[in-house]
């Protein structure tokens, strides 16, 4: 059988790091796409002689409006099949959406929604037309609820995980699934560059990638890690919007606080 190909978004660091190895060594070999050139050459080295698979490597902004065509166009351009997709590069910041520099805000929303949108578009119909495939979005907890604070983020979530339960529904019997995974805190550089502390919750970016992994290798359409999270989401559910908006609001003050942010 033909090795498959995996290309992984945010593969630099964090979770998407740890779905690189993962991948790597169950025999795929890998695109890997993220800002940090260096990093992204550093860790193909490891997975190279680690696992013995090809790894290609692609710097890329995908906060660009063109960043996700730019990858595509990479792809092509060696003639790579993709036949697995993670979307894992995602960012928030944060602050007030009435503080907040319009530039930041057009960044994060391409890179959360808009980069993702266009590399399912791409690269999904690719798959379609190979009659297999698979793609997860990474999503987070913040999909499912209100996040004062970190306006932009939960809603872009929210939109991926909207969006491949949609593409669930539109590539039924392609031969093609989608699967979304909603962590909550990781114990990544995530919290520190958005700008507040850890959460105590926060989970190894290991056991997220690997729950992620199996997940979306059994077609499991949405995807939340550790019975923690689970209870969370259940539990917010349960709560009038209000009463939700206020949790979260106290809860993400602190956070900020924490981190030395006013």
């Not at 609820?145 to 392609?174: H, R, W």
Request: hydrophobic letters at 40%; a positive charge.
């Amino acid at each position: 059988m033909k090795k498959q190909t995996v290309l992984i978004t945010g593969a630099s660091g964090g979770i998407g790091k740890e779905f690189a190895i993962i991948f790597a060594e169950h025999g795929f070999d890998l695109v890997l796409v993220a800002r940090s050139e260096d990093k992204l050459n550093r860790l193909a080295d490891g997975l190279r002689e680690k696992c013995h698979v090809t790894v290609h490597t692609f710097s890329a902004d995908l906060s660009d409006p063109n960043g996700a065509e730019n990858v595509y166009s990479f792809v092509k351009k060696n003639g790579i099949q993709i036949d697995q997709l993670v979307n894992n590069a995602g960012a928030g910041k944060q602050g007030q959406v009435i503080e907040a520099d319009p530039e930041t805000l057009r960044g994060l929303i391409n890179l959360n929604a808009l980069s993702v949108t266009l590399l399912c578009r791409l690269i999904g119909a690719d798959m379609v037309k190979a009659g297999r495939g698979k793609i997860l979005n990474v999503s987070s907890l913040g999909a499912f609820i209100p996040d004062p604070y970190f306006n932009v983020y939960g809603p872009t979530k929210a939109f991926e995980l909207f969006l491949t339960q949609a593409m669930c529904g539109e590539l039924k019997g392609s031969g093609v699934s989608v699967s979304v995974l909603c962590p909550g805190p990781v114990k990544t550089n995530w919290a520190k560059n958005a700008g507040k502390a850890d959460s105590k919750m926060s989970k190894d970016p290991a056991l997220i990638a690997r729950i992620g992994f199996d997940g979306m290798q059994r077609g499991k359409l949405i995807i939340v890690p550790t019975f923690l999270y689970k209870a969370e989401r259940f539990a917010m559910g349960l709560l009038p919007v209000t009463a939700r908006i206020s949790i979260i609001r106290t809860w993400q003050k602190k956070l900020i606080c924490k981190s030395g942010q006013n």
